[in-house]
């Protein structure tokens, strides 16, 4: 469950433009699909559905303000991934670890 959950979020974030949807979200604050597409190569609707991928993945929110989507990034859903990789990362070194013992023994 948890590297399922673990594993959408890698997903949405191995394309290079949700990362930098992501980056523009950092500071905390709600932006709208205008804000977020300023400078970017692509159309708003382009913009909305790599937000849409990231909101699936429950890395962002979205929150309707008039005729407006507002996102903001849920810094949780990156912790909990964060924490899956260091946890994943103790176990190989303690797999290399008893590798290096048994061949040195």
Do not use: M
């Not at 959408?8 to 500071?27: C, H, K, M, Q």
């Not at 400078?39 to 929110?61: D, F, I, N, P, S």
């Amino acid at each position: 469950p948890e590297a399922i959950k673990s594993a959408s979020v890698f997903a949405a974030l191995g394309d290079p433009t949700r990362l930098e949807l992501i980056a523009r979200l950092n500071d905390g604050k709600q932006h709208s699909i205008t804000q977020l597409a300023d400078g970017l190569e692509l159309t708003r609707q382009g913009v909305t559905k790599h937000l849409q991928v990231l909101k699936r993945a429950g890395v962002v929110t979205c929150k309707r303000i008039g005729r407006e989507s507002r996102f903001a990034i849920k810094p949780e859903s990156i912790t909990d991934a964060s924490d899956y990789l260091t946890r994943a990362s103790a176990q190989w070194d303690e797999a290399i670890d008893r590798l290096r013992a048994s061949v040195e023994s």
